[in-house]
């Protein structure tokens, strides 16, 4: 306990990940199960005097979804402590008028119920997975060349994650794909973007060197 | 005339592109129909003492398939007349002993019917079009990253081509996506790769200051 006090010292909230620290990804987004130990530490975690904070960049499920799924693993978590890539963008895009062509997993869409999508004047991409298909890549291509100032918006920049059956390309590599073909620079939303970090430590009324991120698993 | 030798003196080859050049692209890379007057210019210029090849970033068809369009649309041309990156992309994999995992049209597969495909220490990427799948890309991807020492191979750089029905992603994008996740960088067989202009410029027997090439529609 002496070493915790001793690491922890100056430190008032901490950030937690989702994937790979408090689960292990499965196979197209189900059969995730939690890391051993991890219910338990999280649990530790909120006994304590220490702000809890999830920050993911999950981008195939909606916040409420994903938070179903952890509570049924047993952990303590609820919608309102999770900052995810989805709900962050929907700020984004209304306080621009923005109105996204949505390049997404249907697992999310709910996110995006209340946006105005007609006549779109961006395009938002995010893990959509299978739906990565030829056809909705150039759909999104397309809207962006008609576009005279071409925004494009990322949910995240991971180049692949992991699950059981193997290594799966990420948004990255698909959002690098459209950057290339249009000559743009995506916006990312997510991590590691600063201002999403931030976004997150506000929400826990933390300031930045009050924290502490734990990048590795739990336990 | 007399502009067309003062514009020509020293040249002694031209070098033509094929698709925006001699034809314009249909949809699907159907449809194609001959540019107007195009089928008169190269008559003509075979006609004259220059050399005439063609070089082509064409991934999607055989060269078998192409020339046999493109005699059907009324040009004098012949498939040893013509440099494309499938033929030329054979020849490396040959020489350095590679096995290639084909992400590519099946329009060229046969190009590659001589091609030792099994345990690949490779990956080619071509224009695949609707091919593009997320799981033909992971594929490819996952092959990659089985690689001690990755190989990518990619038919042209192109960031998009015109169709009649609008502008598509070509293989440039695609490549990108795999360079990002993979963390690698591509070898380009194709143009604007010099090589590739210069193994055109030996089978034609002109060296590179005795070429003209026409970037732009002949008549």
Not at 20 to 45: C, K, M, N, W
């Amino acid at each position: 306990m002496a070493a915790w006090s001793e690491r922890l010292a100056g430190v008032r909230g901490v950030l937690l990940d989702i994937s790979g620290v408090l689960h292990d990804s499965g196979e197209g987004g189900g059969g995730r199960v939690p890391i051993p130990g991890s219910v338990e530490a999280l649990a530790r975690l909120k006994r304590s005097q220490l702000k809890v904070r999830f920050c993911t960049n999950e981008s195939q499920k909606s916040r409420g979804d994903l938070v179903g799924l952890l509570r049924h693993m047993g952990f303590d978590i609820s919608e309102g402590e999770v900052t995810a890539p989805a709900p962050a963008t929907c700020l984004i895009l209304k306080e621009r008028g923005l109105r996204p062509h949505l390049l997404i997993h249907d697992g999310i869409r709910s996110e995006f119920a209340q946006i105005d999508t007609s006549n779109p004047n961006c395009v938002v991409i995010a893990d959509a997975g299978e739906s990565f298909s030829y056809q909705n890549m150039n759909k999104a291509f397309q809207v962006l060349m008609e576009l005279d100032n071409p925004v494009l918006i990322s949910l995240g920049k991971g180049r692949y994650y992991k699950e059981t059956s193997g290594l799966m390309l990420d948004v990255g590599a698909y959002t690098k794909a459209l950057e290339y073909a249009c000559g743009i620079k995506a916006e990312v939303v997510g991590k590691p973007a600063p201002g999403y970090f931030q976004s997150a430590l506000q929400e826990m009324g933390v300031e930045s060197h009050e924290l502490k991120e734990h990048r590795n698993k739990l336990p």
